[in-house]
């Protein structure tokens, strides 16, 4: 069974992407468990983090749900300023699956797909 995707050209090498996922998961993880303030959510906002850790470490994951879990971490801790720089780059990882997506879509319209209609 093949639990990582392999999106890179070299077998057996980690998507970056991935790995960004996980550090910046990782990072937001320890500042929230230092974070010395009663955070109403903070288990709400724990589960989710894992729960992007686990697709990070699964493969190429569903973009929609990397949304929808880091929409739901953001409201949990979104208000302490102490956390938002972790938080932004557990967001920066996120986008980055995006722009992937979309660059990847665009190679594959072909080059006259952007300006198609336009003709002259």
Known sequence: MVVEQELTDRPGERDP?????SAAV???RRALATHPARLPDRDAAEDELAALDAMAGAG????????RSLLLVAGAVGSVSALAPALGAVRAAVERFDVERRDEERHDQGPGAAGA????
Do not use: V
């Open 17 to 21: 992407r991935a790995a960004e996922l």
């Open 26 to 28: 990782d990072r937001l």
């Open 60 to 67: 190429e994951p569903e973009l929609s749900r990397l949304r």
């Open 117 to 120: 209609g336009s003709g002259g």
